[in-house]
């Protein structure tokens, strides 16, 4: 650094040079790692209570970067909800291949942009592989575009903006130009049970959370494909590849088969699912599927890539640069893949490089056993429990598993002590009008000893929960 340098450039080029800051980084990671499958896995009220710590006005000058670090390890850290450790069975959050968060570390250091291939060249062209890659391992159609945002959610409002726009470009409207006022109307065709995200892409693109047709599922939250409304060119019709409480998959065949005949655009929100294309085994759940028009699908879930990584799969190319791009199609095809035509965003963390390197640190075959593993410890858990005396509510086809216990009540009191235990971490949901513990197997590193511990501790809440809930009821005022 030169003597013309300011002195907040002097102080950050010393922490480059020094390279203490991220020396120390490493240190808290490695200590990170070697505990998170022993501790608990929810923070307890202690480490909670220390986030306390964090609580400052803005500060006023710049802080030491060990200081930083301190703060964050020492409060941070054991405020953490320890995801990767194997016993976390919460909504269906992902694990982290470990290939993939290091080369994450590196990328964070490159610190690239991806909106333009001229702004990352390596970037630009690891997306270009992770889209050949993923269209060929689900068997999508050749030539599916791929975008890479943070997660389903956005995957889902890029696959619904390029249907929308779409349909009403055949219709003779140029809803990009012109806007949804005075536009010819489109109807909305989903599942009793489309998820929250769906919606909420639904409110974003105008075209109405409530002015939806919903079709009627069966006990498994899966469209009845023969309930479905008469479709034609206007319609939007938006199927599920894994039930987001049930994991259960949508027939696709039925829905592609009525739609193409009407020219309807058919988008699947296959957030954890979609991978079940890749695996032999449960390949045939989404039998279908790759007649439709769009596709969304999470690296973080069942892929376990690390946080946060979304791709919007397109079929068709242009329909989907023609909704995401801010200048002109002729970009396409040019010196490299621009990312920003396939996103919503122009600047973006690399996402591409912890993706690829998930796919590459699996292969085909890492894949295919890591979902195979994450069915089978889902399968045996609902076994082990349903030994126990717990009711199973779903069909296990796929990593999920609803479980209750004999009343409402003593589910409720059950999961509040499974949640408190630190001995693993489960969600609840309402599934048939009924409270139930949701469980999702969404990490590579359960183990079996891991699903026997869990259901030690289910059985172990459950019995706490009985003793709660009749002293409850013994000390419950009389009515008179
Ligand atoms: C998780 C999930 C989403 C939302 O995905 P995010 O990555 O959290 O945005 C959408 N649909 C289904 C079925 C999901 O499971």
Request: proline content about 4%.
């Amino acid at each position: 650094m030169n003597d013309q340098a300011s002195p907040l450039q002097k102080q950050l080029q010393a922490q480059i040079q020094e390279r203490r800051i991220f020396d120390q980084a490493r240190a808290y990671a490695d200590a990170y790692m070697a505990e998170v499958r022993t501790r608990g896995v929810f923070p307890g009220a202690d480490a909670l209570a220390a986030l306390d710590a964090f609580d400052e006005p803005m500060p006023a000058a710049p802080a030491r970067g060990e200081q930083i670090l301190e703060l964050l390890h020492a409060h941070g850290s054991p405020a953490t909800v320890a995801q990767t450790g194997g016993r976390y069975f919460g909504f269906v959050n992902g694990g982290a291949v470990p290939a993939a968060l290091a080369a994450r570390w590196l990328a964070d250091i490159w610190d690239q942009n991806p909106a333009l291939a001229v702004m990352s060249p390596v970037v630009s062209r690891l997306e270009a592989l992770c889209e050949r890659w993923i269209v060929d391992l689900l068997e999508l159609p050749a030539g599916t575009a791929a975008g890479f945002v943070g997660g389903t959610s956005t995957a889902t409002l890029c696959g619904l903006a390029a249907g929308r726009n779409h349909q009403l470009r055949r219709l003779g409207w140029n809803v990009q130009a012109d806007g949804l006022f005075g536009a010819p109307e489109l109807r909305v065709i989903l599942g009793e049970q489309a998820h929250a995200s769906v919606f909420k892409a639904l409110g974003l693109l105008g075209l109405g959370q409530d002015r939806v047709e919903r079709v009627p599922v069966d006990d498994q939250g899966r469209m009845i494909a023969s309930a479905m409304p008469a479709l034609d060119q206007s319609c939007l019709v938006i199927a599920q590849a894994g039930n987001v409480n049930s994991g259960a998959f949508d027939p696709f065949t039925a829905i592609c088969d009525q739609a193409r005949k009407a020219r309807a655009w058919v988008h699947i929100d296959g957030a954890f699912g979609l991978w079940a294309a890749a695996s032999r085994a449960t390949r045939p759940l989404t039998s279908g599927m790759a007649a439709a028009d769009s596709w969304s699908v999470d690296g973080h879930k069942t892929l376990n890539a690390p946080y946060d990584c979304g791709v919007i799969l397109c079929r068709d190319r242009q329909a989907l640069v023609d909704a995401m791009q801010a200048s002109a199609a002729y970009l396409i095809g040019g010196q490299g893949r621009d990312g920003m035509h396939y996103t919503p965003e122009m600047s973006r963390r690399a996402r591409a490089v912890d993706l690829w390197a998930t796919l590459k640190s699996l292969g085909r075959s890492g894949i295919e056993a890591l979902i195979d593993g994450l069915c089978a410890h889902a399968r045996h858990f609902a076994h082990l429990l349903q030994a126990q005396g717990f009711r199973i509510l779903n069909e296990v086809v796929f990593n999920q598993v609803l479980a209750a216990c004999a009343t409402a009540e003593l589910t409720q009191a059950t999961l509040e002590l499974i949640q408190a235990s630190g001995e693993c971490w489960c969600g609840s949901t309402h599934w048939n009008g009924e409270p139930v513990i949701r469980i999702s197997v969404c990490s590579w590193a359960t183990s079996a000893e891991d699903i026997q511990r869990a259901v030690a501790a289910f059985v172990a809440a459950r019995e706490k929960a009985v003793s709660v809930i009749s002293e409850r009821t013994l000390n419950a005022p009389v009515k008179p």
